[in-house]
Each structure stands twice: as C-alpha cells, then as structure tokens.
C-alpha cells in the first residue's frame, strides 16, 4: 500500500525540521525523512573516541531568527555567553575581544591606541550594515520590474530601510558588497593582530583569502545575528547544538509531523512535469502534492532528479555551483586542559591564530594551488568546558579547525596528508599553548572529503 501525504521534506536538520513544522501548521499532512539514523544534520555530535563526543560543525550555530521561533513555537535552551570570545594569540600578551565594546576598546591600548580609539565606532557600523542584512534576509526578493502595488510597495519599505542607514552608511555597504575584506579592515585599523582575526573570521570556510573580492560582504553576513561588538559568536548552547535539534523536533511532532530516520530518499517522481512524490532506497514510494529538500541544490536537481526534466542552461548553471571545501577538524580527546598563557581561567570562547591578514592571505594561497598550507589559519576550542558530558570526568576535549586544506589536492591524497594536516595544526598550537601535545590521548581528523561522506 503506498503512503500519502501533502508534502514530504527531505532532511532532518533545522532547516528540514523549520520547513515540516511550517507546512504542518498550515495543516497541511506532512512526512519527514532523514537518511541518518538521528536528526541533526550537520549539528550532530559524533563519538571520536571511547567516551569522548563533539559536534564538529556545530561550534557557533549561527542566527536563529525571533520569527522563526514564533512560527515554529520553538523556544532556545540556555545560551553559553563566553567572554572574551574570541583571544587572538601571537607574541606577547592575547589580544582579546569582549562582549562588552569597551572593554574590547581598553584591551586594544596594549596593541594600538588608534584602534582602540575607533573600536566602537567600526562595532556600531557593521552592526548596522549587518542589521540592513538582516531585514533582507526576512524578505522575499523584490520584483525588480515591478508590475503591480505589491510590488512597488515591496521595493519601497526595502529602499526606506537601506535610507535608514544614513548618507554615510548607505555608500559604506553599497562598497563594502564587492570589497575585500583586508582592505575593510586596513581602512580601520593598524594592529596586524586585530586585522588578522578579524580577516580569519570573516573569511571562515571560504576557499577565499582577505584579498579575494567580496569577502567583506561574508564578514557582515557572519555578524547577522550577533550582538553589537561581538564577532566569532552568534548562539552556543549550554547542551550544545542537539538541544537545538530537539525543541526543533518537538515542535514539529506536536505540528503532527511524521518523522522517519534511516529513510534515504532515492529519487524523486515525476509525472505529467510535476512532482508527484518520493522512492526511498528501500524501494517504497511515498506520493505527495510538493517536495521540499533541505540538501544541497546539486544533490536535490541533479541526483534526485532525472536531469531530463530540466532545461540544459539550468542543469549547467547549477553544475558550476562550486563546492570548495578547505576545512579540516581535528578532534583531540586531552587527559586534562592545557594552561593558556595570559588567561587565568579555561576559555569558553575560541582561540585563532592568525597574525595578520599576509599570514591568512599566505595561508589561502596554498590551497588555490591545490596544497594544505604549512602555516595554515587555526581556531582552537574546548567545547567539554561548557558541556562536560562530551567527555569523562576530569577529562576534556579538544577541536581545532584547521583552514586552508583544499578538498581536491594536487600531488597528493588525503591518506597521507590527513596525518601531516593534524601534526602541523598542533604543532602550530604548541608554539602560543605550551603542553597541548603530551596532554593529548586520542586524536581524529575529518578532512573535507571525510566531513562530505559524514554530514552531506
């Protein structure tokens, strides 16, 4: 007997969790699927060693919107606030960014003067500019060739909300869209430790450096979200990103939504060009009146689909979406935390290492030539600090992301580079935290091929 339901939404991640809930509540009879065995998607922990878990994607689990939490009826767990939250090591004493802007701006006196002086200033512009994106965010695409009121009504609470950005505002945006973001930075400030972090964070995961074109715009777009001054944290959870996934996942079985794991989808049905449901790798079809995928769009119109339903110009359009993973995890299991010099206490926030923007740009710079670098940008986290269930007791873990790893190497694979990847990070982590290597019992590294075949 085949199965129907309104609609089937493919992905047990927030995403696929958000989607199913709205559908629902618009009464709508709704299946979701989930290939994995539990939900989460890439917010799910991972056991890395006997006793030791984390969650290797999930360290900030970015901007959850209010209205998402009202349609939903979702409410958050505690939030973790770390302060300082990021802590930029390099010689001498941390440098170090508070949640408080003027504390980061007193900190600052050690390293420069200036900058600390314009601290507040440049906070409260990208927290507008990253405001402005925000409101985009929440909006359908304007018709730009407006036919009707709607229409044109659209496009004008869009222009009145970018004037409420002031003159000045309004021309820093318009050029911050395709500017590098080391050339931001410079216009602000003059401590290579300050333009280095912040160029390391808004260049996270991209395949880019801070001389590549655009990457101001992905600065801003990070910021979306967090609070005023505060770069490198949006959301923790004291329960981490799982508790995320459950008050998603019980809003949605309170919605009525039906909720399947280990249900791969195999391919999506078609007939008279139209969807008309789903086979699962079980070989049951499941018939509904609309689709929604929450997997990549080349895995969703491409692998799902029989490309012959789709026009050639829009198969090759999506084709050239590029997918250019160069991050690597490495995830340590420690006897106990090393001590980190300048700070008295066991950070919650992250750690980077990353000098200057020529040391993030010389980093990115390697892999565009298909090579892992030697002196690659690292973050440092001890997410058992906050959520001591992912390790024993008195036993604490360790993630370091390593950046600048290219998925696709050139003179060599990643059976032999995944060891040497990890041995350099925490060399590198040894020079600024003196101990980290003899506390390490267990290590695991994912590279980006290993982090495609575990979370899609």
């Known amino acids: 007997m085949t199965r129907t339901f309104d609609s089937v939404v493919i992905g047990g991640g927030v995403e696929g969790l ?3 809930t709205a559908l629902a509540r618009s009464e709508s009879t709704v299946l979701l699927v989930e290939a994995q065995a539990e939900l989460g998607g890439t917010f799910r922990e991972i056991e890395f060693a006997p006793g030791f878990r984390a969650a290797p994607l999930a360290p900030d689990l970015g901007h959850v919107d209010a209205e998402v939490l009202r349609a939903t009826g979702a409410m958050l767990p505690g939030a973790v606030t770390p302060d300082p939250v990021t802590i930029a090591l390099g010689d001498g004493e941390p440098l170090q960014l508070r949640r408080s802007i003027a504390a980061t701006a007193e900190g600052l006196k050690g390293h420069s003067t200036k900058d600390a002086a314009v601290w507040p200033e440049f906070s409260a512009r990208i927290q507008a500019l990253a405001g402005f994106l925000a409101a985009l965010y929440r909006r359908a695409p304007p018709q730009l060739e407006a036919t009707g009121l709607a229409d044109y009504l659209a496009l004008a609470k869009l222009g009145l909300k970018f004037r409420g950005l002031g003159r000045k505002g309004m021309v820093e945006f318009l050029r911050a869209l395709p500017m590098p973001l080391g ?7 003059e401590s290579d430790r300050l333009k280095g972090v912040l160029a390391a964070l808004g260049v996270a995961d991209l395949c880019q450096g801070p001389a590549s074109g655009g990457t101001a715009l992905n ?13 490198g944290d949006r959301l923790r959870l004291q329960t981490g990103g799982g508790a995320l996934i459950a008050a998603f996942a019980d809003r949605a079985r309170s919605a009525s939504v039906t909720i399947e794991t280990n249900a791969e989808v195999r391919r999506l ?12 790798a079980s070989g049951e079809e499941i018939r509904c009146g609309s689709v929604v995928s929450s997997l990549d769009p080349y895995r969703s119109l491409l692998e799902l689909l029989d490309p012959v339903h789709l026009d050639p110009e829009f198969i090759a359009a999506v084709r050239n979406i590029r997918y250019r993973g160069v991050t690597s995890i490495v995830l340590l299991a420690l006897d ?3 001590a980190i010099p300048g700070l008295a206490t066991a950070p919650t926030g ?19 030539y298909g090579r892992c670098s030697e002196e690659p940008v690292v973050e440092l986290r001890f997410p058992s600090v906050t959520q001591s269930n992912l390790a024993p007791t008195g036993r604490h873990v360790a993630m370091l992301r390593v950046q600048y790893t290219p998925y696709r190497l050139r003179d060599a694979d990643w059976t032999t580079m995944r060891d040497t990847v990890a041995e350099r990070a925490i060399a590198l982590v040894e020079r600024h935290v003196p101990g980290l290597a003899a506390r390490i019992r267990h290590r695991a590294v994912l590279t980006p091929a290993d982090l495609e075949a575990r979370f899609g």
Do not use: N, T
């Not at 078609?270 to 086979?279: E, F, K, L, N, S």
């Not at 992250?350 to 565009?368: M, Q, T």
């Open 183 to 189: 050339d931001l930075l410079d216009d602000w400030f």
């Open 219 to 231: 600065f801003l777009h990070r910021h979306v979200g967090a609070e005023a001054g505060v770069f």
């Open 336 to 338: 106990e935390l090393p």
């Open 350 to 368: 992250s750690i980077l290492i990353a000098p200057s923007i020529p040391y993030v740009e010389r980093a990115y710079d390697a892999s565009k």
């Open 18 to 20: 958000v989607a199913a």
């Open 269 to 280: 049905l078609v007939g008279d060009d139209r969807v008309m449901g789903v086979q699962l």
